[in-house]
């Protein structure tokens, strides 16, 4: 929080705009996107970038149900500063380093778009990191709902074994789940000797369904 900058603002706002001086990772965003469509836009702190991403992704799933639009949800986006090692992971395709934990989760709630590049040279103080500007374009999860306690647990579990095949990185969460690592596999059309950067969204949907017992899941 940088109140000092909230108390220089202050007296420029026009009365329409309110100054929040809070902590984002422990502020409450519904009671602002109840009013109407919200779209949100930062330079965030690049050390805090990650918890953020994560804040606003359940914040934008916590007001999917606002009365805004049918087809849209309450925070329709996010325009944000990020470094640019953050923003190449947001916008990594499968089977490249960058992919992983980070670039699924939002993917699977979020249209990303690259909007700029800036070097350090663009700020005063110049930073020693280069930076992007990305725009997270909200949608209704990809994810069903009664499969993202499992889907979210898999992913974390399997990409801790990112470089080992599929057989093997996932033998341990399918071990716990009570489900054989290969039947799963099999029954999500998926090479076991395939690895989990590979894996498209679709893929991980699937894998989590073959997972998941059928009396946990949603009738068609």
């Not at 590049?117 to 500007?133: E, I, M, Q």
Request: net charge neutral; glycine share 6%; hydrophobic share 45%.
């Amino acid at each position: 929080m940088d109140r000092d900058l909230a108390a220089d603002l202050a007296p420029r706002l026009p009365p329409t705009a309110e100054i929040v001086t809070a902590d984002f990772l422990e502020f409450d965003p519904a009671p602002l996107a109840s009013a109407g469509p919200l779209r949100v836009a930062g330079n965030l702190p690049y050390n805090l970038s990650t918890p953020i991403l994560f804040k606003l992704l359940r914040a934008a799933a916590a007001t999917a149900g606002q009365p805004t639009s049918v087809a849209s949800p309450a925070i329709v986006d996010a325009t944000l500063m990020l470094q640019l090692e953050v923003a190449d992971r947001l916008t990594a395709r499968p089977g490249t380093k960058e992919y992983g934990v980070l670039t699924i989760f939002v993917t699977a709630q979020a249209d990303v778009a690259r909007v700029l590049t800036l070097p350090p040279g663009a700020f005063r103080p110049a930073p020693k990191v280069h930076s992007a500007l990305v725009r997270l374009t909200f949608k209704p999860p990809v994810v069903p709902s009664d499969l993202r306690d499992v889907f979210g647990r898999m992913v974390r579990s399997i990409f801790t074994q990112r470089r080992k095949t599929l057989g093997n990185a996932l033998r341990p969460f399918a071990d716990a789940a009570g489900v054989g690592a290969l039947q799963a596999l099999g029954e999500a059309g998926i090479d076991p000797a395939r690895r989990p950067e590979t894996l498209t969204l679709a893929d991980l949907v699937a894998l989590a369904s073959a997972l998941t017992p059928p009396g946990l899941q949603a009738e068609p």
